[in-house]
């Protein structure tokens, strides 16, 4: 097993950082979500243009072909080199587009991939519903199949950026006998087909809701969208969903950690009340260090989680185990911070919003307790516990 990087990898460290130095967009990134869309995609294209969209999607669709290492490398530097979150482009280039890469049919393929790549589409996810979240396999949103046709009527919710979206990951019922795992189809859906609406879901804060219900009304969609077989959409999902826990958040544990070294310092050089720097305090420099040990050990979990997936087609149930850490380090993270702001936490400014947001990631792409189910019945081994 080789712990370091080879010189390949080291070299391409190297340019991918003069590149980001020259690339990177400095404005800062709007807040609304049409803004968001038009931010999001310009910066993809930028990176397509400059050969550094889709590192280990493969080349015929787009990408650059290159191994999972790189691109944890490109999450690194781009973590470094404070570049935009994919906010609206998440689900295409974290979920969407590898889950086509591994069950789409070549047309699909061909079709969708370069157009994520190219920052031309965006992409939303409709699996949780008004009545089946955590029970995904209870979910009713059906659809007939009439000649070479699917009619869809039903809803979906928690659909984020749903308004901006062009296409989305479709999880229904297609056999209207069957029940839970079985007969559910997993289908690409034009979001600006007729019959689709779309209505936000309101903040509490009242900030601009990325967050939606998307309503069918016999929604036409072609047989042909859906991805793997008819009636085959639990494994399809499963893979969606093994992406979303296993590698989607890669990109933010980066961020994460090159977050809790900013704190480090900001704690070395910010005084409290009694004049001494934070980092004298015993409880906050405990804490700390504890972070930055706990975000060290996550990044090690990380490339081992990549050695893995570089002999799978996709991440296995281990992939629960980094979502579950990455949702923890990054309350903890948040609560030190609002302690280093001090009076300044009492302001809605940026760390406040994403301190906010911390309690969110405890339940998108699944809540915590999903997750610890997953590792303790898929990877302990350990019986089921109803
Ligand atoms: C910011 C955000 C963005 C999201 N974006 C999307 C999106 O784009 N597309 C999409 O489809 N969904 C999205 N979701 C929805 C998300 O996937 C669901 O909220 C999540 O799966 C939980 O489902 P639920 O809200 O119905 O809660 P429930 O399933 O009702 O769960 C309620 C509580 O019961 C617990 N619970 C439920 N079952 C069990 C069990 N078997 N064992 C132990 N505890 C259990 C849960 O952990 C939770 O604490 C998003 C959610 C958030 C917060």
Redesign the pocket.
């Known amino acids: 097993m080789h712990l370091d990087l080879t010189p390949q990898e080291r070299l391409f460290r190297e340019e991918l950082r003069d590149w980001l130095a020259a690339h990177v967009p400095r404005e800062t990134p709007p807040k609304d979500r049409f803004g968001i869309r038009a931010f999001d995609m310009a910066w993809q294209r930028i990176q397509y243009d400059g050969g550094w969209a889709g590192i280990a999607w493969p080349k015929e669709y787009g990408g650059r072909g290159l191994s999972l290492v790189e691109q944890v490398i490109w999450y690194e530097e781009a973590a470094r080199a404070d570049a935009p979150d994919a906010r609206c482009a998440f689900?295409g280039l974290y979920h969407g587009g590898p889950t086509l890469i591994v069950n789409a049919t070549e047309e699909q393929k061909a079709f969708h991939l370069p157009k994520i790549l190219k920052g031309e589409t965006v992409w939303?996810?409709?699996?949780?519903e008004p009545g089946?979240?955590?029970?995904?396999a209870g979910l009713s949103t059906r659809a007939e199949i009439d000649g070479d046709e699917l009619v869809v009527t039903g809803s979906?919710?928690?659909?984020?950026?749903?308004q901006v979206a062009d296409y989305q990951e479709l999880l229904l019922r297609t056999d209207p006998q069957s029940r839970r795992h079985g007969g559910l189809s997993w289908v690409i859906c034009d979001m600006r087909a007729p019959g689709v609406s779309v209505r936000p879901v309101p903040m509490s804060n009242g900030w601009d809701s990325h967050?939606n219900q998307v309503f069918y009304d016999e929604v036409r969609l072609p047989l042909a969208n859906v991805v793997g077989e008819v009636g085959g959409g639990w494994k399809v999902a499963m893979s969606t969903l093994s992406f979303e826990r296993g590698t989607a958040f890669t990109a933010r544990q980066m961020q994460i950690a090159k977050w809790v070294d900013d704190l480090i310092e900001r704690a070395r050089t910010r005084t409290g009340p009694d004049g001494r720097p934070a980092f004298g305090d015993d409880e906050i420099g405990r804490r700390l260090a504890r972070l930055r040990a706990e975000t060290a050990a996550l990044r090690a979990m990380t490339f081992a989680a990549v050695a893995r997936n570089e002999r799978r087609q996709q991440p296995g149930p281990d992939g629960s185990m980094l979502k579950i850490h990455l949702a923890r380090l990054s309350k903890e993270a948040n609560q030190i911070a609002r302690r280093l702001m001090g009076v300044d936490a009492l302001l809605m400014t940026d760390e406040m919003e994403e301190h906010l947001?911390g309690f969110?990631?405890t339940?998108?792409?699944?809540?915590?307790?999903?997750q610890?189910?997953i590792v303790a019945e898929r990877v302990l081994g350990l019986p089921k516990?109803?």
Not at 132 to 136: C, I, Q, W
Not at 156 to 162: E, G, P
Not at 363 to 370: P, S
């Open positions: 689900v939303c996810q409709g699996f949780s089946a979240g955590s029970d995904l979906k919710i928690w659909t984020s950026y749903a967050l947001y969110a990631a339940v998108g792409g699944g809540t915590d307790e999903i610890h189910n516990s109803y």
